[in-house]
């Protein structure tokens, strides 16, 4: 694919996506380079989320062999919200088990952990480089321009996140469109190890990880998000872009997320901790039936550019689907060095490699999520009930009675289970 002093592939963002394409390209010969905006990898990243590792063992091989990561998830809980209490499901895993399955991290960390391991194959990345656009020539991407430089390539990654203007560039994606995205708000707050095993009940070194629906973002479609590091914990709130700007509540973003914070099942998680870091920024939450083509000849999507995020309501998926992704464009850019294949071959190979690999299999599966998860009673109604109904069962009144099953089930027939709720079950079914 490379002729002269034309590069093999160059990637566009040193995230994980970017430098997983990079690694798989490099680690099989061909000539790499990767550019990003930032003063280093990972710095313009909001740090703190987690990492599904489970799907990524085989396909990435070694490229995550010591990376940081912060704790190994074995408490999962899902938390729903009313004013004044919530209601938890929480599971708890042997960590003796096996190896973890998902792992927080935080992003500043293993980007540049990524990037330091792409020295070993001498891959080029290059800090504070801004892409103005792309190179055309007969009918293909052929590489971009940095300021009044061109830089050349047989292959372009395009690994520039959420805001894609790569993808805008050549077509495959509107500008911006708000139905498309979710905005996060978000802090890290540091906290030392013990504490963090002793609030959450965690054996030494061991992580949690707590998604919460209902009154703390007052009817916005969204939830909250808590995961525990090694020296912090990762707090947020995300609300579906949409419903933000139309909402007429009396109070900003900030204020909710200020609210949760507030919140006695939460402050007594975060109490005496310092906020070390915070900020907001936008996520894709693509329509998962109008996915964007991947690419056109002499470039490729990956990652966030791609779309490539998935909220199941149980779990939120980025970095594994971006790492995956970014590995399976590098693979189809060595296929077509090594078989010396048109730009319109690769991205033929590409489609067909994400078409056959658990990243499309899983958005497909979950095509329906993002429409189920903007249903508004799941931000109220049902919350509200769920902790009314707990209520009932574990506090004995004045009469000394509490709830019984009968009453129970009563109450979930009228309040949960009517037609409404029914038809909203059946949505769910189809997830």
């Known amino acids: 694919m490379s002729d002269g002093d034309e590069l093999d592939v160059i990637v566009v963002g040193a995230g994980p996506a970017g430098l997983a394409c990079a690694w798989e390209a490099a680690s099989n010969g061909l000539q790499v380079a990767v550019l990003e905006r930032g003063d280093v990898a990972g710095a313009k990243n909001l740090s703190g989320g987690r990492l599904y590792l489970e799907p990524l063992r085989e396909l990435c091989g070694s490229l995550l062999d010591g990376a940081p990561l912060e704790r190994p998830v074995t408490s999962e809980s899902i938390v729903l919200t009313d004013e004044t209490s919530s209601v938890s499901f929480r599971l708890d895993e042997n960590p003796a088990s096996g190896p973890p399955s998902s792992a927080t991290v935080l992003r500043a960390k293993l980007d540049a952990f990524l990037a330091d391991k792409l020295s070993e194959k001498d891959a080029m990345v290059l800090p504070q480089q801004r892409v103005d656009s792309l190179v055309r020539e007969n009918g293909r991407i052929a590489g971009v321009k940095v300021g009044s430089e061109e830089l050349r390539a047989g292959l372009v990654v395009a690994a520039d996140g959420a805001l894609s203007f790569l993808a805008e560039e050549t077509g495959l994606r509107a500008k911006r469109p708000v139905d498309q995205y979710a905005v996060g708000v978000k802090e890290v707050i540091e906290l030392d190890a013990a504490t963090i095993e002793q609030r959450f009940n965690l054996p030494a070194g061991q992580g949690a990880s707590r998604l919460y629906m209902g009154e703390i973002t007052k009817g916005l479609p969204g939830g909250g998000f808590l995961y525990t590091n090694a020296t912090s914990i990762s707090l947020g709130l995300v609300f579906q872009l949409p419903a933000v700007r139309e909402w007429r509540g009396e109070a900003h973003l900030w204020e909710l997320m200020e609210r949760f914070k507030e919140r006695p099942d939460v402050a007594s998680l975060i109490a005496g901790g310092r906020t070390v870091e915070y900020g907001a920024h936008l996520v894709p939450e693509p329509d998962l039936k109008r996915l964007p083509d991947p690419g056109v000849p002499g470039l490729l999507l990956v990652g ?64 329906r999520a993002h429409g189920v998860l903007s249903m508004p009673h799941l931000y109220g109604h049902y919350p509200r009930e769920v902790a009314t109904l707990a209520q009932g069962f574990f506090r004995v009144g004045a009469d000394g009675a509490n709830m019984t099953v009968r009453q129970a089930v009563r109450h979930l027939r009228k309040n949960v289970l009517g037609w409404r709720g029914y038809r909203d079950l059946l949505r769910f079914n189809r997830m």
Not at 307 to 323: E, H, P, Q, W, Y
Not at 347 to 359: D, G, I, K, P
Request: glycine letters at 8%; hydrophobic letters at 45%.
């Open 304 to 367: 966030d550019a791609a779309g490539f995020v998935l909220n199941t309501g149980t779990t939120v998926r980025g970095m594994d689907l971006a790492m995956a992704s970014g590995v399976l464009a590098g693979r189809s850019a060595v296929e077509a060095k090594r078989n010396t294949l048109e730009p319109a071959a690769c991205l033929a190979r590409y489609r067909v490699a994400l078409e056959t690999s658990f990243v499309m299999r899983e958005m497909r599966a979950h095509k």
